[in-house]
């Protein structure tokens, strides 16, 4: 690694690191924020008077029907999807090991010697599933079984395997670099492509934060008490269409 990508890849290390830390924050707060506006909610719907009530609930009855449709729908589609998904998977991988784990989650198969597995190097896709693989060997719930650890390890490998298993979903490829670090495996040689995939990987995690900040719980959460009346006044015409003029 020369002179060059060795600072640079630090300085993108230090930057995503401090980019999740301040995701992390987000996430952590988001679930604070929620729990009080959704109890400043129930307070506004307590509130009404029983005529407003009455005019509330028929509203919500025909805005429930409404959304249900659309949820069928979306749900149709993603089958669609899954199933195209499915049947345009690509077969051609090589593999020599036959030692296969299933993901609980989304009941992938994968196998653990991702070394005997034909994947190119310079694909981020191909290059995050590999280290997975190899996190997985170490960290997955049916390897520790029978390992002899103790509860505690136990239980720390699975949260480093389900933290590892986001990262791999969200193809992220610094948290699945940093995981494997942690675990003393190594991520092969750092180039020029590694600092872009960091740089992507910051973008997108950012675009996350910056999605959290949007949400009408945090805006809400975040704002004086002066303006939480008028958040709450917007997420009601935004959300449910009521203005509480329709009677």
Do not use: C
């Amino acid at each position: 690694m020369s002179k060059r990508i060795q600072l640079k890849f630090k300085k993108m290390l230090k930057k995503a690191e401090f980019v999740h830390a301040d995701l992390e924050y987000h996430e952590e707060l988001v679930f604070e924020a929620k729990a009080d506006f959704n109890e400043a909610f129930l307070d506004r719907v307590s509130g009404m008077s029983r005529r407003e009530r009455k005019y509330w609930t028929r509203h919500l009855h025909t805005l429930n029907d409404e959304r249900a449709k659309q949820l069928l729908q979306q749900a149709e589609e993603e089958k669609q999807k899954r199933i195209d998904a499915e049947t345009d998977e690509d077969q051609t991988g090589v593999v020599k090991n036959k030692e296969v784990l299933m993901d609980a989650g989304t009941g992938e198969e994968f196998y653990l010697n991702p070394d005997e597995v034909d994947m190119p190097d310079n694909d981020k896709s191909g290059v995050i599933k590999k280290l997975y693989r190899k996190i997985a060997n170490e960290t997955h719930p049916d390897k520790l079984v029978a390992s002899g650890f103790s509860q505690r390890e136990v239980e720390r490998k699975e949260q480093i395997f389900m933290k590892a298993k986001e990262a791999y979903e969200r193809e992220n490829w610094y948290l699945i670099y940093s995981i494997a670090i942690d675990l003393g495996i190594s991520p092969g040689d750092i180039d020029d492509k590694h600092i872009d995939w960091i740089e992507e990987d910051v973008k997108l995690t950012m675009g996350r934060i910056s999605r959290i900040g949007q949400l009408f719980v945090w805006v809400w959460y975040t704002s004086p008490d002066k303006q939480k009346e008028k958040v709450m006044d917007q997420y009601f015409k935004q959300v449910y269409k009521w203005e509480g003029k329709d009677f």
